[in-house]
């Protein structure tokens, strides 16, 4: 089974399931059903990040801003986040993993599954590609982990988290289900009700 990594170029090549993390350069992960995410998911590494002692994974979960069924343009949205001025240079300047999924938001009748903010109605879906798109988010953070394992880079065990407006609200309800795998949330544009936050 190959993957593919898409690099700052846009060119794309074959890439072996277990190769090492990329330093430097804006990477794709193609879905990998065998590993627990039917979505891929784009990562940059900065590099000097052994310039710090406590290496830490941070993800931003993308929010696309509207509805499509094509997931090409949330795939663009999530590689435009991790290339833009925000991407990389906050990665570079804390000298973090960053890791931005490429979860869809469907134009589906019910409003309520909207994937990208993870609501509740995303969080009941139980079989097919967005069953529980949160634990997919946990394999696709461990196959990161792996990755950096890989060439020397160990990260710390808990993620930091960061989201404005949908991927706030993703950002909040994954940290209260999963408190034990974040370190730190930052989210802004978010009004949630506690009882919101529930599954």
Request: proline share 6%.
């Amino acid at each position: 089974m190959m993957a593919f990594v898409t690099c700052d170029n846009n060119n794309e090549i074959d890439e072996p399931d277990n190769q090492p993390a990329i330093i430097g350069s804006s990477t794709y992960i193609a879905a990998k059903p065998s590993k627990g995410f039917n979505y891929g998911y784009y990562y940059y590494i900065p590099k000097n990040i052994n310039g710090v002692s406590k290496k830490y994974l941070l993800v931003e979960p993308n929010n696309t801003g509207k509805v499509s069924d094509d997931i090409k343009v949330h795939d663009d949205a999530a590689y435009n986040l991790i290339n833009s001025g925000w991407g990389k240079s906050t990665a570079d300047e804390l000298l973090v993993v960053l890791l931005v999924p490429v979860f869809p938001r469907p134009t589906l009748g019910n409003s309520n599954l909207h994937v990208q903010a993870l609501t509740r109605a995303t969080l009941q879906v139980k079989s097919g590609k967005m069953a529980r798109v949160d634990l997919q988010l946990i394999q696709m953070i461990n196959d990161l982990k792996d990755k950096c394992d890989a060439i020397g880079i160990k990260v710390e065990p808990k993620i930091l988290l960061n989201g404005f407006s949908a991927s706030a609200k993703f950002a909040n309800r994954f940290t209260a289900i999963h408190p034990g795998l974040v370190q730190a949330v930052a989210a802004g544009g978010s009004t949630i009700p506690f009882y919101q936050l529930l599954p």
